[in-house]
């Protein structure tokens, strides 16, 4: 069984500023993906960054980046940066390989500072 | 990115009444969606797996005959909440996958219910 854990239930971080959110997982699959996705008041869910469990270098898409630690089993996302705008719940999932199905993380609420 | 359309955005029935949310991949074909409710300050929880042409696969826990699945086609899949209660209410969430069964997937912007 695959698990996500996002142990931030609630972030600040200043205008400007880079902040990071946390995100481990457990899996027993070999072959997996790691995704994050930023879901604002509006309710959608935005695609923001993917990591392949063979991708020796981390993954960065503008100011997302995310640190991959394949032996600790985390991969968190890194956002340069921060604007207003970035506030917003933030999901950290897991696709496996063996049921190429999304487990969701509980989720980070990002509040950006002014 | 790809486009996933739902339609209702927002619906508000009564108790006992079925509803039906669409859920449309608009500029490519997929022939698997995702079904996932949301409760408030929650994550998102994967209902059913919707293939085209085929039974849809529910989760554990989930009652198939209150949530009817339908994928008629490759850009189509419906969600029908039926007899719906209050409890019932929640946000619905769909998601299309592109390509292969690796592929990444597009989600929806969601479907508010309400039950009164």
């Known amino acids: 069984a695959q698990k996500i854990t996002q142990t931030q239930p609630g972030m600040f971080v200043q205008e400007k500023e880079a902040v990071t959110l946390d995100c481990t997982y457990d899996?027993?699959?070999?072959?997996?993906?790691l995704f994050w996705y930023k879901q604002p008041s509006s309710g959608e869910m935005i695609f923001l960054i993917y990591?392949?469990?063979?991708?020796?270098q981390n993954a960065t898409e503008g100011r997302y980046s995310l640190n991959f630690q394949k032996a600790r089993k985390s991969a968190n996302l890194v956002i340069s940066a921060s604007q207003l705008g970035d506030s917003a719940m933030y999901f950290c999932?897991?696709?496996?390989?063996?049921?190429?199905?999304?487990?969701f993380g509980t989720g980070t609420r990002l509040k950006v500072l002014a | 990115g790809a486009v996933v359309s739902q339609h209702p955005s927002w619906v508000i029935c009564k108790s006992g009444t079925s509803v039906k949310i669409e859920c449309r991949s608009l500029?490519?074909?997929?022939?698997?969606m995702f079904w996932y409710r949301q409760f408030p300050k929650q994550s998102l929880m994967l209902m059913a797996t919707?293939?085209?042409?085929?039974?849809?696969?529910?989760e554990q826990g989930v009652e198939k005959d209150k949530f009817l699945i339908n994928h008629a086609s490759l850009t189509l899949s419906t969600l029908t909440v039926t007899s719906a209660h209050p409890e019932d209410s929640s946000f619905y969430i769909c998601?299309?996958?592109?390509?292969?069964?690796?592929?990444?997937?597009?989600f929806g912007p969601g479907t508010r219910l309400l039950v009164l």
């Open positions: 998601s299309a996958r592109v390509g292969t069964s690796y592929g990444t997937q597009y």
């Open positions: 899996t027993s699959d070999q072959s997996y993906g």
């Open positions: 990591q392949g469990s063979y991708d020796e």
């Open positions: 999932a897991i696709l496996s390989s063996g049921t190429y199905k999304y487990i």
């Open positions: 500029d490519f074909q997929a022939t698997t």
């Open positions: 919707s293939n085209e042409g085929s039974k849809a696969t529910y």
